[in-house]
C-alpha cells in the first residue's frame, strides 16, 4: 500500500551523531551533522499520537509521543534524531511498511533533546 504524498507534507532534518569542528578552537567534538549531507530535508508525516495511544504508551513506560512516517531510506537508525519547526524528536525505533519493507518507514519519536 503506498502512502499518498499529500500525507508527506512537513520537511524535517535527519540528523546523524558524529563528530563537528568547534570553530573557535578547531577540535574535534561531539555534535550532529544532518544526514544524509548538509541541508537535506526529507518530507514527512507528522502525527501526535491519539489520547488511547499515548495512555497505552504511558502503561508501557513508553516515552512516544508521535509518529514521523517517511519515505523509505536506508540507512536510519534509532540513534538519529529529527529536527521540525525547532523542535527535537529521539528516533525510539525504525518500522519498515507491512507489504513491501520498501516504501515507507514509520519512525516512533520521543521529543526532547537527544545526546550523542
Do not use: C
Not at 499520537?49 to 512516544?64: M, P, V, Y
Not at 529536527?83 to 525510539?92: E, F, N, P, S
Not at 519493507?101 to 514509520?106: A, I, K, N, V
Amino acid at each position: 500500500m503506498a502512502i499518498k504524498a499529500g500525507k508527506l507534507r512537513h520537511r524535517v532534518t535527519i540528523q546523524a551523531p558524529g563528530l563537528t569542528q568547534d570553530p573557535v578552537s578547531g577540535e574535534m567534538v561531539p555534535g550532529w551533522a544532518d544526514w544524509p549531507v548538509a541541508g537535506a530535508k526529507h518530507w514527512a508525516s507528522i502525527e501526535p499520537l491519539s489520547a488511547r495511544d499515548f495512555i497505552a504508551a504511558q502503561a508501557n513506560q513508553s516515552e512516544i509521543t508521535a509518529r514521523i512516517v517517511i519515505r523509505y531510506r536506508e540507512g536510519i537508525l534509532p540513534t538519529m534524531r529529527i529536527l521540525h519547526r525547532g523542535k527535537v524528536y529521539a528516533i525510539q525505533g525504525v518500522l519498515p511498511d507491512a507489504d513491501s519493507g520498501l516504501e515507507y518507514l514509520t519512525l516512533p519519536v520521543s521529543e526532547g533533546v537527544k545526546d550523542g
